[in-house]
């Protein structure tokens, strides 16, 4: 089993920074993507970023130029930092891993806000 721990969210106001961590621990076979959804109220989950274990990166449109993620391979632990935060952006995040199996596992998830 696979636990996905994240931190780092909370209330940021417009044009504003956060930066989101998750740590994989447990039953960890190869890891083939980590990366980052969220969901907003009402509506479906969707993809924000993700990366792969050789470091290629795949960002929704809506984040590109404003949101980087990257990925300590020696600590299992994929981080998404977000700038110029609109509020559109706000939603819980979460976490999401793939193994080489096609095996996924998510996070509990982290609330980020963006309000002033």
């Known amino acids: 089993q696979v636990q996905l721990v994240e931190s780092g969210g909370g209330l940021v106001q417009p044009g504003g920074s956060l930066r989101l961590s998750c740590a994989a621990s447990g039953s960890i076979s190869s890891i083939a993507v980590m990366g980052w959804y969220r969901q907003a109220p009402g509506k479906r989950r969707e993809l924000v970023a993700t990366?792969?274990?050789?470091?290629?990166?795949n960002y929704a449109d809506s984040v590109k130029g404003r949101f980087t993620i990257s990925r300590d391979n020696a600590k299992n632990t994929v981080y998404l930092q977000m700038n110029s935060l609109k509020p559109e952006d706000a939603a819980v995040y979460y976490c999401?891993?793939?193994?080489?199996?096609?095996?996924?596992?998510w996070g509990q998830g982290t609330q980020v806000t963006v309000s002033s």
């Open positions: 990366i792969t274990n050789v470091a290629s990166t």
């Open positions: 999401y891993l793939r193994n080489i199996y096609n095996y996924n596992s």
